[in-house]
C-alpha cells in the first residue's frame, strides 16, 4: 500500500512533496524586538521581503551557500542551525564548513564515532575564543549527520607565517584597489585605530589568506557546501566571493548575511539579508584604550 503515499494535492506535487518546515526558534537577544526589520528575510536584489520557507527554496539549489554571522549574537547560530537541518529536508547536505575549525582539529573531527564523547570540546580541541554554548549546538548536529564537517580556516603556524611575510594571494578581483582600501579600513576600526600602520599590511595579509583558505576548502568540499563565518568573510564586495571567482568557481555561491535590525545591509554585499535581534551595545574598545 506504499504507493498510496503520493503528493495528489497539486500544492504538494508543485512543492516537491516538502514536509513542511521547522517553526523558528525564538529571539535571545533583548534588544530591536519591536522594531518593524525585526525577522525580516530580504532579497537585496530585488527588494523582495522572502518567507523563510522561500529563502530555503532559493538556497536549495546552490552548490554553495555562504552565511555569515556576528559571532556573539545567539540569534545568528539559532538561525544557522535551523537553516541547516531546512535545507538537509530539501536534498542531501554534502558538507558543513566552519570558519571556527582549524584544519588540525580536522582529525580529531573525523575520529569522532558516536556515541558522541561528554566532553565534545576537550575531545575536539576546541578554540576558547569560540563560545561553545553558541557553536556547541551546530557541531553537535553536524557530527550526528552523515556529510562532513570540515575546518575552513588557516593553520597558526601559516597566520604567524603571513604576519611575519606578508603577502597577498594573486587575483584581479580579490585584491581591486577598492577592495584592498575597504580591507583595510576594516582592520584599522577592528583595531579600534589603535594598531600602528606598519602592522596595517601584515593584518591585511593574513584576513586575505583566510579568505583564500575558506574559498580553497569551499572549492574542494562536497557539495552542496554550506559554510558558517563572521560576515566580512562572506560578504560578497570584499570576502570569499571575491577569491572563488578569482579560483574560476563554477556555479552560483549565493551569500545570506545575518544582521541585527537596525543595520543596514546593501545589495551589493550579499544575496540576502535576515534581521534579527540586536544585542546590546557595547563599547569593545574601551578596554583597548584603558590599555594604552
Known sequence: MRHLLLCLPISLALAGCHASLAPLPAWQASEGRAHAQLGQIVDLTTGQVLAPEQLVQRLADAPRVLVGEKHDNPDHHALQLWLLRALESRRPQGSLLLEMLQPEQQALVDGLKAPLPADL????????????????????????????????????????????????????????????????????????????????????????????????????????????????????????????????????????????????????????????????????????????
Request: negative net charge; glycine residues 6%.
Open 121 to 292: 570540546p576537550k575531545a575536539l580541541a576546541w578554540q576558547d575564543g569560540w563560545d561553545w554554548s553558541l557553536y556547541g549546538p551546530i557541531v553537535r548536529h553536524a557530527l550526528a549527520q552523515p556529510y562532513p564537517l570540515l575546518a575552513a580556516n588557516l593553520l597558526p603556524g601559516e597566520m604567524r607565517d603571513a604576519y611575519r611575510h606578508p603577502v597577498s594571494p594573486p587575483g584581479e578581483r580579490s585584491n581591486a584597489p577598492a577592495v584592498l582600501d575597504e580591507l583595510r579600513e576594516q582592520v584599522r576600526a577592528g583595531h579600534c585605530n589603535l594598531l600602528p600602520e606598519s602592522q596595517l599590511p601584515a593584518m591585511l595579509a593574513v584576513q586575505q589568506l583566510r579568505d583564500r583558505r575558506i574559498a580553497e576548502r569551499l572549492l574542494a568540499a562536497p557539495q552542496p557546501a554550506l559554510l558558517f563565518a563572521g560576515s566580512y568573510h562572506v560578504r560578497k564586495d570584499l570576502g570569499v566571493p571575491l577569491h572563488l571567482a578569482d579560483l574560476g568557481a563554477k556555479g552560483q555561491s549565493l551569500v545570506v548575511l545575518l544582521a541585527e535590525v537596525g543595520e543596514e545591509v546593501e545589495p551589493g554585499e550579499a544575496d540576502f539579508a535576515w534581521y534579527t535581534a540586536a544585542l546590546p551595545e557595547q563599547d569593545y574598545c574601551a578596554q583597548l584604550r584603558r590599555g594604552h
